[in-house]
């Protein structure tokens, strides 16, 4: 069906363009058959759920990876770059979510970082930096506004003028054409959005092509001229943003009506099985709540309200500034073992550096939180199939490393050590992050299982339908305070919205 | 059977395995006569044992992603402690128990320090390593102390005739049950899937309550352990205490380490292949003497060896990684 969303006059007017594109890595079929174009002047949005093959596509563009099969052009040529240094000759640059600058070089260093400017033999400061001020500027008019000085450590600078730096350092690299950002306003405060839309005008008007990848779908709304969507790594909608409707993006996103996504049974809410008495984290407090067994509470909010550390405090992997957290009628001190003893599991936001050990097998993660003295590694291997069997994990065998599992895969192994370990109390932080539609259809039905099997789950989600979906109850988490939880029959997203942004 | 050797190749011991058999080959094909002798065998095990006790330790504490600098110091205190308390009238089993629980006091301040500090184990080791030669010295007054061996040599020296039926000194053998005792508990012990786990990723292994502290003390503690053991054998070698002994020991500990497939970054490694990357050095040493190469030859082929032996690893793990990324 993707054919037919590049024709004859679309395939003209682009600027870059990909058609038929493939790639898989390991068992998972990141692209299949992906057609892209964008045009010059204008601000392409790539739209799609995580794992829809967004990051893949901006990646071969790039010339991060390379595609398995299919072809790019770029103005109306064969392009084939064979890594990013090939990209960015030819005129395409990406922005990276988290830019990738040297925290201990001043601004100037960063920007002319590889193409140093000398003058017999030693760095010429003043003309790296007066080059550095005029890209700057060039960019931004205001850029004093937003206080950037070319002779400045990049430490000292907060994500939103880094992300600006790091744009104009890829404008300066070379004769740019097109410039991909890959969610660049996830990290970056409201104040700090408008500066860097205005910036994306400018260089729209300069007749740059923008490709704009973000889950902010209002932002995209504002800032985007043309959109496509991605869905399980094809292209399945392309057209104008002013024609669009924010339930039409979804509709694609999703490709399915999102009431079959989350089963639900009855769940029937029993004793109190957690309980936090003004408790302040790290990021704020206070934070009351009663966790009762046989239901799944959310905790709402945005990306640094304190809701991962609130649960990492519960779990304690970090301290609590003040407060009580009892598990059942223990009020003691705190640790990952203490807790998981308690029977209190919690999964990680961050599967890569926290949840799973990558280089470790599926067997290993799978029993590592619940070892006897001696470890028999055949009885090892046979329980974690039984497990691989339960949860349908898609793997060669037990033995397979964890790193080269996909990422809805390596989601439920991680799943898997809590299920196995038998916790009672789940503490789950953004348990779908970055997986495919079919792993979180199963996580969901998991949880709901568990729920209905009389465990207590906090879940902390960033995905509003999600915990629409999922929750029996929700709180909004702002600043570090842990708003009432309401039964989601109550409240609708727009009021969750409200109380997650109001005080900020 | 294509399987098998595919299984055989992805084990860790196989490259070291492949490059001993080869260099010893070598040096047997050039001096038939006096390399392949089954004495100089003999006597390449015993010259290897103090290496390949240490490097029983320092594997464990590579795997858990941390590094001992200090291995050569608490060797050398190690043996002027035994000869201190042998000089005192101690029994031989005394004064070597006394050398161990010195070094395993050394293993598990260094563990103290690096789980309590949270210094970085190289700057924690590098510190160690300057204390422990300093308290050497103090407690040996600057010289080497005569004891009587009073039998601890034995443990070292070629077999008497009599106990032939033993085929290789008992200093081998305790290597040997040692490596063996280690690499089982590192595949059927809690603890060792905690070391494997803490150094394939420390805040995993947080996360399902591996008590990270608890086990960075007990294997610095256990590696001080060991170098305690290849401490009184390094007395029974020299029959004598000597602070200025070791010197550098811990880099050829760490050679041999590397050459066995171990990283600095942690989670890798294999007992096995540390004893074969051991060996390897000892064998490039003694044939470099047999063939008549000079020191400074064999100091260059012993470095080439180890970039060598890291960049195949690299390689042979290469076309894994690529082949399971399709």
């Known amino acids: ?504 | 059977m294509r399987a098998f050797i595919e299984r055989l190749l992805s084990r860790p011991w196989f490259g070291p395995l492949g490059a001993l058999l080869a260099v010893y080959l070598l040096f047997a094909g050039l001096r038939p006569d006096t390399f392949a002798h089954a004495g100089n065998l003999e006597m390449m095990a015993r010259q290897t044992v103090v290496v390949a006790i240490c490097a029983v330790g320092m594997t464990l504490i590579m795997i858990k992603g941390g590094i001992d600098l200090s291995v050569g110091s608490v060797v050398a205190l190690t043996t002027v402690v035994v000869a201190r308390g042998l000089q005192a009238g101690l029994s031989p089993w005394t004064a070597a128990a006394l050398g161990v629980a010195a070094a395993a006091s050394c293993g598990a301040l260094n563990g103290i320090l690096v789980a309590g500090l949270r210094i970085t184990p190289f700057i924690v080791t590098l510190g160690t390593m300057s204390i422990m030669r300093g308290v050497a010295k103090g407690l040996a007054g600057e010289q080497k102390i005569d004891a009587n061996a009073a039998g601890l040599d034995e443990w070292m020296a070629i077999l008497p005739p009599e106990y032939g039926f033993l085929v290789v000194s008992p200093g081998v053998w305790l290597a040997l049950g040692l490596s063996a005792l280690a690499a089982g508990a590192l595949v059927y012990t809690r603890y060792g899937r905690h070391i494997v786990a803490i150094g394939s990723n420390e805040r995993a292994a947080r996360l399902c309550g591996v008590p990270v502290a608890r086990v960075t003390v007990m294997t610095y503690a256990l590696a001080g352990v060991l170098a305690g053991m290849a401490g009184v054998m390094e007395f029974g070698t020299l029959t004598v205490g000597d602070p200025t002994d070791s010197l550098g020991l811990e880099l050829e500990v760490i050679a041999a380490v590397v050459i066995g497939g171990g990283s600095l970054s942690g989670g890798q490694g294999s007992i096995a292949g540390s004893l074969l990357g051991a060996l390897l050095m000892t064998v490039i040493k003694t044939g470099c003497t047999h063939v008549g190469v000079p020191n400074w030859v064999q100091e260059i082929l012993t470095g080439v060896i180890i970039v060598v032996a890291v960049a195949l690893d690299r390689w042979r793990q290469q076309p894994r990684q690529s082949s399971s990324a399709h």
């Open chain 1, 1 to 504: 069906m993707s054919e037919s969303l590049i024709e004859g006059p679309e395939a003209e007017a682009s600027l870059v363009s990909a058609r038929g594109l493939d790639k898989r890595f390991g068992l998972t079929r990141a692209l299949q058959g992906v057609e892209f174009s964008a045009r010059a002047g204008e601000i392409h949005a790539v739209l799609g759920e995580n794992g829809a093959g967004k990051s893949t596509l901006m990646k071969i563009l790039a010339g991060v990876i390379r595609p398995d099969a299919g072809e790019l052009s770029l103005g109306g040529e064969a392009y084939q770059p064979n890594d990013p240094a090939a990209a960015q000759r030819a005129g395409v640059a990406i922005v990276h979510q988290e830019p990738q600058l040297c925290e201990h070089l001043t601004v100037s260093e960063n920007m002319s970082l590889g193409a140093e400017q000398t003058r017999g033999g030693l760095l010429d400061r003043r003309a790296m930096e007066q080059h550095a001020r005029r890209a700057l500027q060039e960019l931004l008019p205001d850029a004093e506004a937003m206080s950037i000085r070319p002779e400045q450590l990049l430490a000292e600078l907060g994500p939103g003028p880094r992300q600006l730096v790091a744009i104009a350092r890829a404008l300066a690299s070379a004769d740019c054409r097109v410039l991909i950002l890959d969610e660049p306003t996830s990290s970056l405060a409201r104040s700090d959005v408008e500066h860097l839309f205005a910036a994306l005008r400018r260089l729209r008007e300069r007749g740059l092509c923008i490709v704009y990848i973000s889950h902010f779908l209002e932002e995209v709304m504002r800032i985007a001229d043309r959109y496509t969507v991605l869905r399980d790594g094809a292209a399945v909608g392309l057209g104008e943003v002013a024609d669009a409707t924010l339930d039409e993006w979804i509709r694609l996103m999703v490709g399915r009506d999102v009431r079959d996504l989350y089963p639900r049974s009855e769940h029937q809410s029993g004793e109190v099985a957690l309980e936090l008495d003004d408790v302040w984290t790290g990021a704020g407090g206070p934070a009351p709540l009663t966790l009762r067994r046989g239901e799944v509470l959310g905790i709402a909010g945005l990306v640094g309200a304190g809701r991962t550390e609130l649960l990492r405090a519960v779990f304690g992997l970090d301290g609590v500034r003040r407060g009580q957290i009892r598990v059942g009628a223990y009020a003691g001190p705190a640790s990952p073992a203490i807790r998981l003893n308690q029977g209190v599991g919690m999964l990680s936001e961050d599967r890569q550096a926290e949840g799973l050990a990558a280089t470790m097998s599926i067997r290993d993660n799978i029993i590592l939180s619940k070892l006897r003295a001696f470890v028999w590694p055949r009885r090892a291997r046979r329980e974690a199939t039984r497990w691989i069997e339960k949860l349908d994990i898609a793997c060669r065998d037990p033995d397979q490393r964890v790193g080269e599992l996909s990422g809805g895969n390596q989601q439920k192994v991680a799943l898997a050590r809590l299920l196995r370990h038998d916790v009672d109390v789940l503490l789950l932080d953004e348990p779908t992050r970055g997986i495919d539609v079919a792993s979180r259809a199963q996580i969901y039905g998991l949880i709901d299982d568990l729920a209905s099997r009389g465990r207590a789950v906090l879940m902390v989600s960033s995905y509003l339908p999600e915990l629409f979906g999922v929750c029996d109850r929700i709180a909004v988490m702002c600043r570090g305070r842990l708003g009432v939880a309401r039964p989601v029959a109550d409240l609708d997203p727009e009021s969750v919205l409200h109380e997650a942004a109001v005080a900020s």
